[in-house]
């Protein structure tokens, strides 16, 4: 297996919002996943630019976790990254990259500009943090309360260490769409 594909990721096991005037859309029936009316379990990479499409299908992948970067040609890059994976049949989550040893969350401009794709066919969502803990909440609050000011179809997913703090659960729930 390929360095770039990092394997299998299961942790997503709820509905993904897919934003898209040319499919079925994502339905939720039964505790089952349905996209373009089709079966749907997100099986993907994190990526970070490097690992191809044709990679992904290689593995019989379905989903690009994609790294993202603040810069000023990044929406655009974005926006032809998830055209260019969808014409093979793989959705893209974005990945703002903040949470683990990293506390100071993205600028609310710079989250904007992004969000700005929203409307393009094969966004499977936005993921706003991982190993988030207690001392990423104020970022990890912003970040997401800026996601759904600018986005109302498609989740916000992040995951937590649960263990870092008594109630975590509980303190980070009201903000994510969907909890890994």
Known sequence: ???????????????????????????LKG?????????????????????????????GLNTDFRGIGPSAEGPAQLRE????FRRRGIEVVPYFGFGGAGVVPWKTADLEAY?????????????????????????????????????AEHPVVADYIATLEPGLRTRVRPYLDIMC
């Open 115 to 151: 969000l700005r794709i929203a409307g393009t066919p094969g966004l499977l969502g936005w993921y706003i943090g991982d190993d988030l803990g207690p001392d990423h909440l104020p970022g990890m609050q912003a970040t997401a309360n800026t996601v759904h000011a600018n986005d």
């Open 31 to 59: 505790g089952k996943l349905t996209v373009d009316g089709r079966p749907f379990f997100p099986l993907g990479t994190w990526s970070d630019g490097r690992t191809t499409a044709e990679e992904l299908c290689w593995y």
């Open 81 to 84: 990254h998830v055209t260019a």
């Open 1 to 27: 297996m390929s360095r770039r594909v990092v394997g299998c990721l299961g942790l997503i096991l709820c509905a993904l919002w897919l934003a898209s005037p040319t499919s079925a859309g994502v339905e």
